[in-house]
Structure formats: C-alpha cells, structure tokens
C-alpha cells in the first residue's frame, strides 16, 4: 500500500481533517466511519469495518440481533450437531 505523510494543524475544538490524498488511500466516503486509536508510538486511524464476533473477519458480515457475525461463521453454527 502506499505510503503518505501529511502534516496538518489542528483546530482550536480539537478537530483534525483527515486530507483527501488519505481518505482516497483508505477508500474513506463521506458518512463513513473510522476508527482512532491512540498508543505510545502515536494516533491510529482507520477505516471502520464491521468484524465478526467469532473469527474477527470483514467479508461477508452480517448482523443478528446487535452482533456481527460472518457467512462463514453462520455456517459453521449451522452444522453444529445440537
Ligand atoms: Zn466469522
């Protein structure tokens, strides 16, 4: 993946904007999510994905009652002998 760095201010409330250069990077649309972290080493910030509960993949992920789970999971409850 490429790689950027842009140096950008932040406002007197706190708000950062994320440059387009890295909204365009990580695919990033308006009313999209993201995720920040923070850490010793610095700010983390990242496209938000929805993760299955089970095995933590993003492909395929549906949602049954508030939990995210993905079609492989499903299936794999699915032939559960109970
Ligand atoms: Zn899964």
């Known amino acids: 993946m490429e790689s950027l760095h842009i140096v950008k201010p932040v406002m007197e ?3 950062f904007l994320l440059p387009k250069k890295v909204r365009e990077l990580l695919q990033v649309e308006c009313n999209d ?24 993949g993003t492909e395929n992920v549906i949602a049954f009652k508030d939990k995210k789970i993905c079609c492989h999971c499903l299936q794999a409850l699915r032939s559960l002998d109970i």
Do not use: Q, W
Not at 35 to 42: I, K, N, R, T
């Open 33 to 56: 999510t993201v995720e920040c972290s923070a850490g010793p080493d610095g700010i983390y910030i990242r496209k938000h994905m929805e993760h299955c509960l089970f095995c933590g």
């Open 13 to 15: 409330n706190g708000r």
